[in-house]
């Protein structure tokens, strides 16, 4: 994946959930050195700014959080992510996890297009399965993965280009799973990885498998990374802390076996809350792992022949 055409799209998205702050992100990873760590290593930037949503009209739903606004930010993200596919590596910063709904839609408009599958990789705690109808919270960064593989409900989000197909998800770093989406979620083959899997068999196993069926169908990858994917001890800045995440490591060799594959070709950072963080350590640990993902590595590990 050297000399990759990045394209940093900013999406200060906050309407997904109500605890304030994901807004910031952005230009969090602007100011902790994403651009820099990336053009250091042969790279082209571009940071095209912040995307807006398109207009809305705020309403007041019995339930869900913020409907409209998070629609609106579906139907720009989608055209932004679309639109930098077209001419390179897109990095989009968010911004809650909302934001992906738009993001894997243009990704998935993208593969279209180019007539290849589109496959996700979904780094996080939590599962984000949920329907505008089975979530309890009503907070709609939890829907994402729902709304894509066409779930119901979804009927005032953009239609999908088609349903994405159970067996192109692998979520892996799953630890906090409500009832109602684990139900539903084991009616589907969508790989599916825990924490306790990754202690007993280590993150790299299930992980090749995803990446080798990618390669297998000359698929694409959208790769979706939550701050909660780590533990919080190391990532406190996030709002959705849960306890016995990924290390440092498994972090890093997540995202260098991403670079290794060359199957990466979209990338969301979400969930980075500077106004928990902690002197800036989970937005400089996020850029770490992007820089990771597009190259960086502690030794360089020569490619062998046997």
Not at 270 to 276: Q, R, T
Request: negative net charge; aromatic residues 6%.
């Amino acid at each position: 994946m050297s000399g990759q055409n990045c394209i940093l799209l900013g999406a200060p998205l906050d309407s997904g959930k109500r605890r304030l702050g994901c807004l910031m992100g952005p230009d969090a990873y602007r100011t902790a050195g994403l651009a820099g760590a990336l053009t250091d290593l042969g790279h082209s930037v571009t940071d095209r700014g912040n995307v807006a949503p398109v207009p809305f009209t705020p309403g007041k739903h019995p339930k869900l959080h913020a409907l409209e606004e998070t629609i609106a930010w579906t139907h720009s993200l989608a055209e932004a992510t679309q639109a930098a596919l077209q001419d390179g590596t897109p990095i989009i910063m968010g911004g809650d996890h909302a934001l992906a709904s738009g993001t894997v839609l243009g990704a998935m408009r993208h593969a279209q297009a180019q007539e290849r599958p589109l496959f996700v990789l979904w780094l996080d705690a939590h599962s984000d399965f949920h329907t505008p109808e089975s979530t309890d919270s009503g907070n709609l960064h939890g829907t994402p993965l729902g709304y894509v593989t066409g779930r119901e409900g979804f009927d005032a989000f953009p239609d999908l280009p088609y349903p994405l197909p159970h067996d192109n998800i692998a979520i892996i770093g799953l630890r906090s799973v409500d009832a109602a989406e684990r139900a539903a979620l084991q009616e589907t083959t969508i790989q599916r990885v825990d924490m306790r899997e990754i202690d007993e068999t280590g993150i790299a196993t299930p992980l090749n498998t995803f990446l080798e069926k990618v390669a297998a169908a000359n698929g694409m990858l959208h790769v979706s990374l939550d701050v909660d994917f780590l533990d919080p001890s190391v990532a406190p800045a996030v709002g959705t802390t849960v306890p016995g995440g990924a290390t440092v490591r498994e972090g890093h060799l997540v995202m260098e076996m991403l670079h290794d594959s060359g199957l990466m070709t979209s990338l969301d950072l979400v969930e980075l809350n500077p106004f928990l963080d902690e002197r800036g350590r989970t937005a400089q640990l996020m850029v770490d792992l992007a820089a990771s993902a597009f190259g960086r590595r502690v030794f360089d590990r020569p490619t062998r022949a046997y």
